[in-house]
């Protein structure tokens, strides 16, 4: 059972709790992190918090997603320990740690490419992020799949169906920042709470196109390559990511207030050692550093 459906949210930080025996008597003491964020990271934190209370059960992760605004947001605010977070900090968000005393220090815990979702039936197999910011940009010109010299077998309204993350989410900040630069969304699209619903509407809707991190890619999806400047075509994957060869390719952050220490220096230890990080790679992320997860 993850950690987080079994010790909820707790109002306090690096709460202590007593693991009390069945005659009501007090045993040993638990610290409990509070850790909040980001969607695309929330599968890998709560496997990482499921595990770490194996190696250490003094310690136990309380993870919740909610977008990586939300969880930045919180910490700035004081009410948990660790933000999960798909996209860097704003200026604006900053500046409001620093009002209130907070110096946020940025950890990079891993990697991921920010794929592309298309219907299996869609022929296209690849994209410019010129092409996906024509798709996607307040002012882009594609409405149509026609348009981009394509006919998408099951879309006989031949539009193109936006399917994008709520504006909370980090992933939506990054896509914007990446793709779009300066231009705003296009309204119209279909806002997701998670990336999952993103690729469960892409996987189920002929006419659609969606983005998210690489690891929540389905055999329900198609994902085509990305064509860079050069004009090379690079699809999504975690050694793209880490070499950066893959144009959509982003950091997977934690942030904490301040330098961590004990037990929450700890975990992130942990995290950014073998046993965390090839826990990531095994959720389809690209790790931090070298790692041997043989």
């Keep these: 059972m993850p950690v987080n459906r079994i010790f909820g949210t707790l109002p306090v930080l690096l709460a202590t709790i007593a693991c009390g025996g069945a005659d009501g008597s007090s045993g040993e003491r638990r610290t409990v992190i509070q850790n909040k964020g980001s969607d695309t990271i929330v599968f890998v934190a709560l496997a990482w918090a499921e595990r770490y209370l194996e190696f250490n059960p003094n310690v136990a992760v309380a993870v919740s997603g909610g977008g990586s605004g939300t969880g930045i947001s919180a910490m700035v605010n004081g009410t948990v320990d660790i933000a999960n977070s798909s996209r860097a900090m704003t200026e604006s ?32 197999d690849e994209l410019s992020t010129v092409q996906l910011a024509e ?108 070499d950066g060869s893959y144009p959509i390719a982003r950091p997977l952050l934690m942030y904490t207030a301040g330098e961590p220490t004990g037990p929450i220096k700890e975990y992130m230890d942990w995290i950014l050692g073998e046993p965390g990080q090839c826990i990531l790679v095994d959720k389809g992320f690209a790790a931090a550093g070298s790692v041997n997860c043989a």
């Design 135 to 242: 798709i996607y940009g307040e002012r882009g010109a594609y409405e149509t799949w026609s348009e981009l010299g394509v006919s998408v077998p099951g879309c006989s309204s031949d539009e193109i169906v936006r399917v994008s993350r709520q504006n909370n989410s980090g992933t939506y900040v990054y896509f914007k920042e990446a793709v779009l630069g300066q231009a705003e969304y296009k309204p119209g699209s279909l806002d997701m709470n998670g990336s999952s619903e993103v690729v469960d509407l892409v996987a189920n809707t002929p006419c659609a196109i969606g983005y998210s991190g690489l690891a929540y890619a389905t055999d329900g999806v198609e994902m085509p390559c990305i064509l860079t400047e050069r004009g090379d075509c690079v699809s999504p994957s975690a050694d793209s990511a880490i």
């Design 93 to 124: 968000e900053l500046e409001e740690a620093r009002i209130r005393g907070i110096d946020p220090t940025e950890h990079v815990v891993g990697f991921d490419a920010l794929a592309v979702f298309l219907h299996p039936d869609n022929p296209l």
